[in-house]
């Protein structure tokens, strides 16, 4: 079936009243215009379209072995980023059955199919760990983390690393030793410094350099940190980094006693300076993927000091108060939500994606974020859709909504 549906549209040509025709069989794009079709389904002029968003950094949480479907698995994850208005996620392989061989990274892969999205899966890089013989990205946790999938020195991340010549490879940039020195400081946030992650990112583009990495740092969060990475940017190392909503809204001003276990996280929350630095490198383009580190820990784990955070279902929420309220343009939102996020994934999508996500272009996926800039929206515990169940966000008002989303030529059902 033929569909169109208009209104204002943000594109990589820029923002317009536009109508997108689309084909809701083969989910492609047919074609992009600049005026509106008399027979296409028409969005307020209080809305915008942008190419669907999507998360490149998430934990689902299922594997071959099950054990840990009980906090997610990719059937809720998906339903999770559909109400968070994501149309694509990556998983992270710290699973009790890590993907970092040919067939363990098959296995989960099949896994992913039973999700009303696409998911696309890093594969691990261990002691030991060689690159599997398909094109697929990876992840390396540079010090301990959630899961045993972690190196304790950097002698000996840099020996595996020279297998991964040339690969796509993303960095938990915590450094080992830093983090076994604190590690009886007396809260979360002093056991993991800024100077864990500092270090571990000069050590990071060192690698990504001397190896010609395609790299990208993971959930940045320190402002000194980020001026190492804009400056080996600058002379040409082929290197990224993502943002979390949570280090762009709180800092350790937010911290108590009674709210201490909820926001502990994986680097942990930052100080104030720290928050605004990221934020006005978000602004201008200097951070390149807004990605929610999803971590769907249930709440009896959460109160026993696990960390991470569960914030799949507010992505596109926390997106109108970035362009509401924090002013970040709406061209800077589609690079960072969708177009940046598509070329990172779209070298490794199935054929059935055309050219891929990220772009409202003839021949790319017909996969839409659609968001009301004039309807507030006041977040409840009983709208997440993750078996997490809990969200830093509850009873927070944001100050847009999500009018639709569509994946692969279908509307999909939010409620």
């Given at each position: 079936m033929i569909y169109k549906i208009a209104g204002k549209i943000n594109s990589h040509e820029g923002e317009f009243n536009g109508t997108i025709e689309f084909d809701s069989n083969t989910g492609l794009i047919l074609d992009v215009n600049k005026k509106i079709s008399n027979d296409a389904k028409v969005y307020s002029d209080d809305c915008i379209i942008f190419p669907g968003f999507g998360d490149i950094h998430i934990h689902a949480r299922e594997d071959k072995s099950g054990k840990h479907t009980y906090k997610e698995d990719f059937v809720s994850v998906g339903l999770a980023a559909i109400n968070g208005g994501v149309i694509h996620v990556a998983d992270m392989p710290n699973n009790p059955i890590p993907p970092i061989d040919d067939l363990s990274y098959d296995d989960k892969e099949l896994l992913t199919k039973k999700s009303k999205i696409h998911i696309s899966?890093?594969?691990?890089?261990?002691?030991?760990?060689?690159?599997?013989?398909?094109?697929?990205?990876?992840?390396?946790?540079?010090?301990?983390?959630?899961?045993?999938?972690?190196?304790?020195?950097?002698?000996?991340?840099?020996?595996?690393?020279?297998?991964?010549?040339?690969?796509?490879?993303?960095?938990?940039?915590?450094?080992?030793?830093?983090?076994?020195?604190?590690?009886?400081?007396?809260?979360?946030?002093?056991?993991?410094?800024?100077?864990?992650?500092?270090?571990?990112?000069?050590?990071?583009?060192?690698?990504?350099?001397?190896?010609?990495?395609?790299?990208?740092?993971c959930h940045y969060s320190s402002g000194e940190g980020l001026l190492k990475i804009i400056a080996a940017k600058k002379?040409?190392?082929?290197?990224?980094?993502?943002?979390?909503?949570?280090?762009?809204?709180?800092?350790?001003?937010?911290?108590?006693?009674?709210?201490?276990?909820?926001?502990?996280?994986?680097?942990?929350?930052?100080?104030?300076?720290?928050k605004k630095i990221l934020l006005e490198a978000f602004r201008n383009g200097l951070i390149d993927f807004l990605a929610t580190d999803h971590a769907p820990h249930s709440i009896e784990e959460k109160l026993?000091?696990?960390?991470?955070?569960?914030?799949?279902?507010?992505?596109?929420?926390?997106?109108?108060?970035?362009?509401?309220?924090?002013?970040?343009?709406?061209?800077?939102?589609?690079?960072?939500?969708?177009?940046?996020?598509?070329?990172?994934?779209?070298e490794f999508l199935p054929k059935k994606f055309g050219l891929g996500f990220g772009y409202l272009k003839k021949d790319f996926s017909a996969s839409f974020t659609i968001l009301n800039l004039k309807k507030p929206t006041f977040f409840k515990k009983e709208m997440i859709k993750s078996k997490s169940?809990?969200?830093?966000?509850?009873?927070?008002?944001?100050?847009g909504s999500i009018e639709a989303i569509y994946f692969q030529g279908l509307e999909m059902v939010r409620n």
């Open positions: 899966l890093y594969a691990g890089i261990g002691p030991n760990t060689n690159p599997l013989k398909r094109k697929v990205p990876y992840k390396v946790f540079m010090g301990p983390s959630i899961g045993e999938l972690f190196f304790r020195t950097n002698e000996e991340l840099e020996e595996v690393i020279k297998r991964y010549q040339g690969q796509n490879v993303s960095f938990h940039c915590e450094d080992p030793i830093v983090l076994e020195e604190n590690k009886t400081a007396d809260t979360h946030e002093d056991r993991r410094p800024l100077k864990a992650e500092i270090l571990a990112t000069d050590f990071a583009i060192y690698l990504i350099e001397k190896y010609n990495l395609k790299g990208k740092l002379r040409g190392v082929n290197v990224t980094c993502e943002v979390t909503p949570t280090h762009l809204f709180y800092d350790r001003s937010v911290l108590t006693k009674e709210n201490h276990k909820w926001f502990q996280m994986n680097p942990p929350l930052r100080f104030e300076d720290d026993k000091g696990i960390s991470g955070i569960s914030q799949l279902d507010t992505y596109s929420l926390f997106v109108t108060h970035l362009i509401l309220n924090d002013k970040i343009s709406h061209d800077r939102i589609r690079l960072a939500c969708a177009e940046k996020p598509g070329d990172f994934i779209n169940g809990w969200s830093p966000f509850e009873n927070h008002e944001f100050p």
